[in-house]
């Protein structure tokens, strides 16, 4: 049984993926939370700290690394982290590997799983960095 997402935050600054994020949740009748800053993430969790965050990895307004290690630190929170970015940055990706992020996707295959990861099926398996 998949356990229902009560709370999803969005840290994306790319207004147009955003968008199209937003939109996909508002089809299938999911609202998302969209956060502008660090402070509002760490607020927003404080609350409901059991939400889900997808975060875009290469974000110029988030310290997403920070951000992640920051949530991650906090062991009595156990909000899921999905962060997403370019299928070639396998440095990057390692780096948000280490920091704690739960699950990493690239953009595209992000784009592709949205429904099902919105109504909560996260992905069984992803790939590891390659060496």
Known sequence: MV???EK?????????????ILST????????ERVKSAAEIEAAISVD??????????????AAL??????KAQSQLSTTILG?????????RRQ???AGCDYILPRSA???????????KMPKAVPKAES
Do not use: R, W
């Not at 949740?25 to 998302?32: D, E, F, P, T």
């Not at 700290?49 to 988030?62: Q, R």
């Open 110 to 120: 992000f784009s592709q799983l949205l429904p099902e990861i919105l109504s909560g």
């Open 25 to 32: 949740a508002q089809h299938l009748g999911k609202s998302i």
């Open 84 to 92: 997403f970015l370019s299928h070639v940055q396998i440095d990057l």
């Open 49 to 62: 700290s059991s939400a889900l965050l997808i975060i875009d990895l290469n974000s110029t307004k988030f």
């Open 8 to 20: 999803i935050l969005l840290a994306v600054d790319d207004m147009f993926f955003a968008a199209k």
């Open 66 to 71: 920070e951000v992640i290690a920051m949530l």
């Open 96 to 98: 948000a590997e280490e």
């Open 3 to 5: 356990k229902p997402i």
